[in-house]
């Protein structure tokens, strides 16, 4: 299976044992907006809802932050997934969260997962069927590992300021990444890490919602600045966008990529931490 699959591929796998599909549908608060309800009242047939608002670790002062690998992997088993499974995880968010749940599922052991390009906007726009309810699966046994290299801490950060060791890349807009727009955090300050390239995460996608092809991901990669020959961190507000980043890179066959889950959230509120404003400087 590709790691970006069509509603084509999708309808044409309908019925396959090891199939599983994943609404991991996530809003932004002030969209205003509630994930689970949406799912329930439509959402593609056989899917099950991935609840990212509790695919956290209530013991990390940051918001956001990875849970613990047990108990992602005892949400996973609950839903359904486990091992042997191919996931396709979509969603109906304009911060694309299907990629964070991507980013988790390969994160913690997952084998075979893919994104449904477009969403279930694209399914809907063509005309294919929607469920109502709540979809159960019977339990599947998750095997849970976590690699520590695909994820950065505020110290590693630090140290990478000074070493530039890896390349910085951050998926907020540009007027949030220098500055001149405040965070839409409260309690946060302005700007980015300093040395960081941006790239904002909406420039991978066409206007249908689609990925953009392999030559136009790798022309906004370019643009941004990021030399593939180097290792990559990711970065954004929540540790969400970051990863559509890291999905992006990947598709153009670049792996040594990592996320900084505490992303602008953890940076911007520590006072101690070096902030730059101003536009990214781009070779």
Known sequence: MDSLVSTEWLAAEFGACDLRIVDASKHLPEAGRDARA???????????????S????????????LPPASAFAA???????????RIVVYDDSAVKTAARAWFMLRHFGAQNVAILDGGI???IAEGRPLARGHEMLRPRHFTVWSDPDQVRSKAQMLANVASH?????????APRFSGAMPDTRPGLASGHIPGSLNLPYTTLF??????????????????????????????CGSGVTACVIAF???????D????????????????????????????
């Open 38 to 52: 949406e799912y329930e009242d439509g959402h593609i047939p056989g899917a099950v809802f991935m609840d990212l």
């Open 54 to 65: 509790a695919l956290v670790d209530p013991a990390a002062p940051v918001e956001n932050t």
């Open 75 to 85: 949400q996973m088993e609950a839903l359904g997934l486990g091992d042997g499974s």
């Open 121 to 123: 906007a694209k399914w």
């Open 165 to 173: 060791a890896e390349q910085v890349v951050d998926a907020r807009g």
């Open 206 to 235: 066409n206007p249908d919602g689609t990925y953009k092809d392999k030559s136009g991901l790798a022309a906004a990669i370019a643009a941004a600045g990021i030399d593939l020959a180097r290792p990559v961190v990711t970065s």
């Open 248 to 254: 992006a890179l990947h598709l153009i066959g670049k």
């Open 256 to 283: 040594d990529v990592a996320l900084y889950d505490g992303s602008w959230t953890e940076w911007g509120a520590d006072p101690a931490t070096p902030k730059a404003v101003g536009e990214a400087v781009t070779a």
